[in-house]
């Protein structure tokens, strides 16, 4: 429970299914500003308005629903897993990529720690207020599945949870709409019915990452030049953490036409930009791969997503060397960057992805 209304949702529709329901919150310490791990700068406090996930004021809302609930209700200390998802974070940064925290989070805490601690309590399952569907699939297993709200679905997020979970695994909310969910968290007397969604990276409440990782890491040696896909300085930047694939706001230059951040050189502190046409690529590889189907022997024909916003593009993707996968797309896709997740679909069924390593000329 994360003291959002999908969460706080979840829990009432299983109470409504007659299971026996415990609610976990994840506590982390990314608002206290004044606890530190040795070496560690100290991190913004979040501010007493700040809609997240596991904040303090999250926690309560969190409590304040369990208790409606009549269920039990238990705040976790994950304050030192959290720490690893902030290393996470800024070692992808500084060395030039685009980290996807929230994946790695479903991944470590709320679909292993989380797991870990259910089980302690001799539960059969784990709920989470994700907008996706666990469903039998064409094998006869068990498939993850896209959210029946086609604007919420969250399974690009969900790729790398274990396929040995997903018979323990439970998305109430998944076969609805998020207006259904906030009127049935009304009708229910959930307090959090009209809560906000949480928009931020919990730890980064300000969305500053440069910030962040000046306080996190200390300063860092990263400013350097902005160049043409020519070589040719346009200008200087302030730290190439700063930028991402695909990005055009921002870049402190005037073009006659949009350009785009189309490379991250961080053993140069070059920023590459370029044009939409010089953004295009039609061609990636990802490694450290998770299936949650067999893994294909041969070229698949498939859909791909590349961010969690992208539309599924038509590809074929074909693993290589056990635990590296090439997907070529059929037209060219803008903002594959390295860091970031591609998954792979058949219609609305994951079936396995991994993180981008590089992607083709």
């Known amino acids: 429970m994360s003291g959002g209304v999908d969460s706080s949702a979840s829990a009432w529709l299983l109470r409504q299914q007659g299971h026996e329901v415990i609610g976990l919150f994840m506590r982390s310490g990314a608002n206290e500003e004044t606890q530190c791990r040795p070496g560690e700068l100290p991190v913004l406090a979040l501010k007493p308005h700040h809609q997240g996930c596991c904040s303090a004021s999250d926690a309560a809302d969190a409590r304040r629903v369990a208790d409606r609930l009549d269920i039990p209700f238990h705040a976790l200390n994950f304050r030192d897993d959290f720490g690893r998802i902030k290393d996470y974070f800024a070692d992808e940064y500084l060395a030039g990529r685009t980290p996807n925290p929230c994946v790695m989070c479903n991944i470590w805490l709320k679909f292993g720690r989380l797991w870990e601690f259910a089980r302690q309590v001799d539960a059969d399952f784990i709920a989470t207020g994700h907008y996706a569907r666990v469903a039998p699939g064409p094998d006869g297993g068990l498939a993850l599945v896209r959210g029946r709200d086609a604007a919420k679905d969250q399974s690009y997020v969900l790729f790398g949870i274990r396929r040995d979970l997903l018979p323990n695994i439970q998305f109430p909310v998944g076969d609805r709409s998020k207006p259904e969910i906030r009127d049935l968290a009304r009708e229910a007397g959930i307090q959090t019915a009209d809560k906000p969604d949480s928009q931020e990276i ?88 998770n299936w949650l189907v067999d893994p294909p022997a041969a070229a698949l024909r498939c859909t791909a997503q590349i961010r969690y916003q992208h539309t599924p593009a038509e590809c074929t993707a074909e693993v290589i060397d056990k635990d590296r996968l090439q997907v070529t797309f059929d037209d060219p896709q803008f903002g594959i960057a390295p860091g970031q997740a591609v998954v792979l679909y058949d219609g609305d069924r994951v079936l396995g992805g991994g993180w981008i390593r590089s992607s083709g000329e």
């Open 202 to 289: 919990c730890f980064i409440p300000d969305n500053d990452y440069s910030g962040f990782l000046g306080r996190f890491r200390g300063p860092q040696e990263t400013a350097g030049d902005i160049v043409d896909t020519a070589g040719r300085v346009l200008g200087q930047h302030q730290g190439y953490q700063s930028y991402t694939i695909g990005q055009r706001k921002g870049l402190g230059l005037a073009f006659g036409e949009p350009r785009y951040v189309v490379r991250i050189e961080p053993e140069t502190r070059r920023v590459v930009i370029g044009t939409r046409d010089e953004l295009g690529r039609r061609e990636l590889t990802a490694d450290r791969l």
